[in-house]
């Protein structure tokens, strides 16, 4: 078995003091809340299966305290270990991955939540468990807060500041898969939206949730349309029209105009966007067919 960690240099002392020197501390706790000073808050959804999601507030007493994500993995099942080792790295955990890939985002400066550190127990290429530490970012999930705009009337869901937010969406998304990875889960619920409900100040975005990140070997193209389906699939359950969509893929491949290009990444995009709906929608159904 084989055990490794790292805290980044900037969180270490601060770390400390709340009780926290090694995160190999979080693969050791047991019980239902990590033994440490702040405010631990679970966040628990159904088909996180061995995951664990907690949020945590450092607190200290002065102004407004800084907020930690950590995730942490367990029991992880063989199907996910092969996908680990056959597109991610053989050698590490999924808590690895993420930290990485975290850091690899922030060096390439596209937004993201902060690498603070990580810890893993391996058995050979076999993850037994892992951990990761994230900072928190400013907003919150594109669609909640899209939804919420377009309901109260903000002036962002209209006119030019709608263009803007579509044309910088695809600008931030474009940049992403410049890096050369793919994100396979880029829904919008994963783009963390800072807005101004006034639209006096440009959107920020942050993508979130790495776990599944990976830099395609073969077949790269394939990755690219799920990723795009997944975006306009979700664009289209807040209200996204066809426009707004075109508008977004133009932004996205860097067009004025649309051209025999922008037809086969459209029609690709929405077969598969309308398969990923279908699905969605069989799944809603059956959830609301079975008793109780």
Do not use: N
Not at 39 to 54: C, F, N
Not at 107 to 128: D, S
Not at 152 to 162: D, F, K
């Amino acid at each position: 078995m084989t055990r490794r960690g790292e805290i980044e240099a900037s969180w270490r002392e601060r770390l400390a003091a709340r009780g926290l020197h090694r995160v190999e501390q979080l693969l050791d706790w047991a019980g239902d809340e990590p033994r440490l000073p702040g405010a631990w808050t679970a966040l628990r959804k159904p088909g996180l299966g061995g995951r664990q999601r907690w949020r945590w507030e450092l607190t200290d007493g002065r102004g407004a305290p800084p907020v930690l994500f950590m995730k942490r993995y367990e029991r992880t099942p063989l199907r996910t270990q092969l996908d680990r080792i056959r597109r991610q790295d053989g050698g590490h955990s999924r808590g690895w991955w993420e930290y990485c890939m975290a850091r690899e985002l922030e060096r390439a400066q596209i937004p993201t939540a902060a690498p603070v550190g990580y810890a893993e127990e391996m058995y050979g290429r076999l993850e037994r468990r892992s951990v990761v530490l994230l900072a928190g970012v400013p907003g919150e999930p594109f669609d909640r807060a899209w939804r919420r705009l377009a309901s109260e009337g903000s002036a962002l869901t209209r006119g030019p500041a709608r263009h803007d937010v579509t044309v910088r969406l695809a600008r931030f998304a474009a940049a992403f898969h410049s890096t050369g990875l793919c994100h396979r889960d880029l829904y919008l619920c994963h783009v963390f939206a800072d807005f101004d409900a006034e639209a006096l100040r440009a959107p920020r975005f942050h993508l979130i949730d790495l776990a599944r990140v990976h830099r395609p070997r073969v077949r790269r193209m394939r990755w690219l349309i799920k990723d795009l389906a997944q975006l306009d699939s979700s664009a289209r359950q807040v209200g996204a029209s066809r426009t707004d969509r075109l508008r977004f893929l133009l932004a996205y491949l860097g067009l004025q105009r649309v051209s025999h290009r922008t037809r086969w990444y459209a029609r690709r995009i929405v077969r598969k966007s309308d398969h990923i709906l279908e699905r969605h929608s069989r799944k809603s159904r059956e959830a609301r067919a079975l008793p109780g």
